[in-house]
């Protein structure tokens, strides 16, 4: 696994590749990241990352592998990658949309143990009523990224 750092407005993120495939993102800096010039799949993940962070790619399209995860677990976050941009779900309707509505905590672990935050959108799910709860990068860090996400989706609304 090769990890680059980049700095973002959400500080610095991390992002792997394993030659074929993202397979990591990580909140800060991962002691192993090292540069690796002349990757083009690490390149090519830290262009689009840094296009969604200036707000002019609403969808990514660098090939992602998660190899890890209960059935459960990856369900979720194929769920995930289906909400909007600039849009949220509640655990409980992401719960009920894998097929286990009263697995609403069990979403929020697999939130949690998402591999690829921000690539997979894990910060796309809220609580009731809108509330912020729980995020692996820390709530600042999610509000930034809806934000963000908000923002774009209404100019893009707008013209």
């Not at 459960?72 to 769920?79: D, M, S, T």
Request: hydrophobic share 45%.
């Amino acid at each position: 696994m090769r990890w680059t750092v980049l700095d973002s407005p959400i500080g610095e993120f991390s992002v792997a590749t394993d030659g074929t495939n993202v397979c990591g993102t990580a909140f800060g800096r991962v002691d192993a990241a090292v540069d690796v010039p002349g990757d083009p799949l690490s390149q090519r993940a830290v262009t689009e990352l840094r296009a969604y962070f200036a707000g002019a790619l609403t969808a990514f399209t660098i090939p992602v592998s998660m190899p890890r995860g209960s059935d459960f677990e990856r369900a979720v976050w194929q769920e995930m990658t289906r909400i909007p941009y600039g849009e949220t779900l509640t655990y409980g309707e992401v719960a009920r949309l894998v097929g286990d509505p009263g697995a609403a905590r069990a979403v929020g672990v697999a939130c949690n143990r998402n591999p690829v935050p921000v690539i997979v959108p894990c910060h796309r799910i809220v609580g009731v009523g809108g509330k912020l709860v729980g995020f692996g990068g820390g709530l600042p860090r999610k509000v930034k990224l809806l934000e963000l996400e908000a923002g774009v989706a209404l100019l893009r609304a707008w013209h």
